[in-house]
């Protein structure tokens, strides 16, 4: 019986690893099939404001309908639906927020804790003055709304939910994006790991909700001081750039986003 | 059944587990960053003090300007034009309003505020980050009023240094050969003043010939030649206590001397019947070793930040070249092997670079390669520069600059250049008088 149990739990974790290497490559397949990357190109152009792009996009799409319910039945056309106006909350709100918070002087004599700081969100706690508190009430309270409007829009896409990655263009438009807003620190060390990688939550309009330094225990390494820095020059450019350059659908695609920024290259060269 | 559940939930988790879309971001911009120095804040009897005692309309607003010039000059910062703040000095020092900041398309903010307390000179300063809206920096600092120029200086390093993540270089001093006269009859005169060319003071009073003055790493030492006898001989200058001594009494020339890393030696060249070689001496005892025995002419010694390593230049490959040896004059190699002569090489502070005087069919370059020999890289080129000098950490040289006379020997002039490892910011220094030979010292404050 035993013996049983046993070859039944190894075959079934052998085929759990199969799936699980084989199966997502499988599945990228029809995503990267040519009418869905044709799509993407008049997104783009639609983006640098040539004319004619929604047009383009208009007759390219029907062809492609039309090209796919002749080449295959098993791959339907996408549900594409607009996200609604009024699922994005309002930035005014926001602002009315933070300007109620009180002004309290702050003790200068305290001095720099960046000796303590652990990760982003650790510092906000660290500085525990009245304006800092501030932000992190603003943060909760945008977080918790913005959470409430995306779990309707989350219900809304449910048919046009799909795994793959970006594709070449989208991912593309994104980091041309970026590199304009990242300013990278010049003082950074030639011959040391320059990578920060960051974890976004984005809303379906590209606007930030949570950034996330993954490996942000390193900011307390001795030795390690420029990586604080170039993981703030990484914040500042994901917050300079927002609303990031998304695709305007497959919203559960990429509303998690992973940014590796690595300066090795702009450095050495 | 439920087995067959269980199999096709286990295929879709992995699936998941897949989803997270990773974007590499390779590329930024190296353009400065733009910064807002809020005028430091003042209440009304802290400034009629200040005006009594310094002569100064705004003492805040001086400082601000010492900040902006600083960070501007590096060529990293581009600060905003005052006029454009929306916010008063007083409110944005105690809690900015962040979205009129940014929306000057500021990214990081200065503010601070000055007091006159018991005869002296208190500065407090914050540094924000307008995008994360939050607060990266405080300090304090107390000091005599006449100090206020440095305090612009340190402020401005400790904002350099939180926002590139290396020390800055503002508050240092630059010792140089002030020139004055036709060139067939130079007066020459050491000088000090601050990198950003105030508070100009002469050390010598021009009677003798003076050479290649160098800062030492540790503490405000000096060593510099001078023409003792028609000989040039190495001296040492306490420029705290004005104190000056020749160091040692040679029977041939010394020259180009340099400081050890640590401060306790002199390392130099001797010439002794047409040879000249490498020499240590220790400070506190007084013993001199020869470390670089060979027929040819090496000179211009400069040690590692380790002082594990010398690099120096030699002529024993025929023509003059950068070599590097360890400390103690063993495995000698050498590490230029471009088109040209090299000479003046400077080891960097930061260890990773050593910079050099390149003469090329009849141009001079000043360029930086690495310890090894690779990666030459020739920063500018001119009619005739040499001697370039890092900054403390490491990102600027500064070097003199030439010009060429007419055909009536007029027209000529010397000045002080600097240049940041880019090759992108070179500026002039201005000076009271010509200049050349400079020498940068280490941070006054650390």
Redesign the interface.
Known sequence: MNRNIIISFGF?TL??II??MS??FL?KKPIDLPPIVSVELIQITDKTNIPFAPKAKKIIEKVKEKEKKLVSEQAPPKAVKKIKPDAIPLPDEK?EKVKKIK?K??N?????T?VKQVS?FE??EL?D?N??AA?IDKSKVESAETNKKLDKITQDQDKSID?G??SLSE?DA??AQ???C??????????ENLLVRI?LQLKPDGSIIRTEIIDHARMNKPGQ??Y???A??????I??CQPLRVPSKGYE??K???????????LEG | MILRYLIILLILLPIKAFAVIEVDITRGNLNPLPVAISPLDIDKNSKDNFKRILKKENIGVEISIIVENNLKQSGLFDPLNKDAFLQKPDIANLKPRFEDWNLIKAQALVTGKVTFIDEKLRVEFRLWDVLAGKEMMALAFTTVPSNWRRVGHIIADKVYERLTGEKGYFDTRIIYISEKGPKTNRIKKLAIMDQDGFNNKFLTLGNELVLTPRFSPTNQMVTYLSYFRNLPRVYLLDIETGMQEVVGDFPGMTFAPRFSPDGKKIIMSFAKDGNSDIYTMDLENRIVERISNHPSIDTSPSYSPDGKYITFNSDRSGYQQIYVMSSNGKNVKRISFGNGLYGTPVWSPRGDLIAFTKLHKGKFYIGVMRTDGTGERLLTENFYQEAPSWSPNGRVLIFYRETKTNAKGEGFSAKLWSIDLTGYNEKMIETETDASDPSWSSLLSN
């Open positions: 079934h085929l759990v799936t699980a199966l997502p599945a602002i002004d002087k702050q200068p004599e305290k001095v720099d960046e982003e510092k906000k500085f003055t304006s800092i932000l795994f990655g970006l991912e994104l980091k970026i590199f304009g990242w300013s990278i620190p010049l003082g950074l060390p030639y011959n974890k001081r420029f604080k820095v170039l703030e020059s990484a914040l500042r450019a917050k300079l695609r990429w998690e986003l992973q940014l590796n920024f690595d300066a090795r290259d702009m």
